[in-house]
């Protein structure tokens, strides 16, 4: 998110008093509401009431979906459409009341890059209607229901092709394979070979 935040941040400026962008939760000092993009930690209860709302932005259907890297597991599994909640955070992980929901669509092709920026669209025009309805919206929270899943942290391991299968067969991994830190490879002969798929530019 860290790419995307800093033009949202200015757009927001006309609406709030003071803004304060941190990247270790540790560094928070409270305020009247935290949005906690990308945050890779588990916030304790004693920072969270530091805050009036506490909110995260999800990529699933929860309380299908919860723990980590869910766009990338659910394109994995072969899904087009992938749920996004704004939701407000709790003691326990991905557990908290939904205020609102949205759907990206994609077509198939989309790499990693592409999706991330469709995401943090999403995730910021969410927040920005939050913001706008609030503190009206609060009232309209709807509890999670039904049974919860949970993914798993990737590892550099989710990154390993089979060189025995097509590219069309491994396309989605390839898709969802980070260039730089985590890219796909295979194992061949008793060497490693590291693969890089990129679009190419159209001009």
């Known amino acids: 998110m860290n790419e995307f935040l800093p033009a949202w941040l200015l757009k927001l400026k006309p609406l709030v008093e003071d803004i304060i962008w941190v990247h270790e939760v540790r560094d928070m000092t409270g305020g009247d509401i935290a949005f906690y993009l990308g945050c890779g930690e588990i916030v304790p209860p004693a920072i969270l009431s530091l805050y009036e709302r506490n909110l995260v932005v999800h990529a699933s259907d929860l309380p299908k979906g919860k723990g980590w890297s869910p766009l990338a597991w659910q394109i994995l599994e072969g899904k087009s459409d992938i749920p996004v909640s704004l939701f407000e955070a709790a003691e326990r992980v991905d557990s908290g009341p939904i205020y609102l929901k949205r759907t990206l669509s994609f077509r198939g092709t989309e790499l990693i890059d592409e999706m991330r920026r469709e995401l943090a669209r999403a995730t910021f025009e969410m927040c920005g209607e939050f913001l706008d309805r609030y503190p009206g919206i609060v009232a309209e929270a709807v509890p999670q ?10 590892t550099p391991a ?17 898709r969802v394979a980070d260039n730089e830190r985590y890219p796909c490879y295979f194992e061949l002969d008793g060497d490693t070979f590291v693969v890089k798929v990129e679009k190419k530019k159209v001009t």
């Open 158 to 174: 989710d990154s390993r092709l089979n060189p025995d299968l097509s590219i069309r067969d491994q396309f989605a991994l390839m």
């Open 145 to 154: 229901e039904g049974e919860a899943t949970f993914y798993p942290k990737r």
